[in-house]
């Protein structure tokens, strides 16, 4: 079985058409990246037959 390699949540979801709404996982994307960075945001790993993990990266909050 090969494993799979997890990927961008925006290089999964296709963009919204004309006079569609932007999907709610593509605008948190979107927005934890601006406000963090590029390497921050959400990442998905599915498991065919066992479901699907979803990792969202943020930075540690400094005290």
């Known amino acids: 079985m090969m494993a799979s390699k997890p990927e961008s949540i925006g290089s999964i979801l296709p963009l919204p058409a004309s006079g569609q709404k932007i999907?709610?996982?593509?605008?948190?994307?979107r927005?934890?990246?601006l406000?963090?960075?590029?390497?921050?945001?959400i990442v998905y790993d599915p498991s065919k037959g066992k479901g699907t993990v979803?990792?969202?990266?943020?930075?540690?909050k400094q005290d």
Not at 54 to 60: A, D, Y
């Open 23 to 29: 999907n709610g996982i593509r605008n948190l994307n």
């Open 31 to 33: 927005r934890i990246q």
């Open 35 to 41: 406000h963090f960075g590029r390497e921050y945001g």
């Open 54 to 60: 979803v990792t969202i990266t943020l930075p540690k």
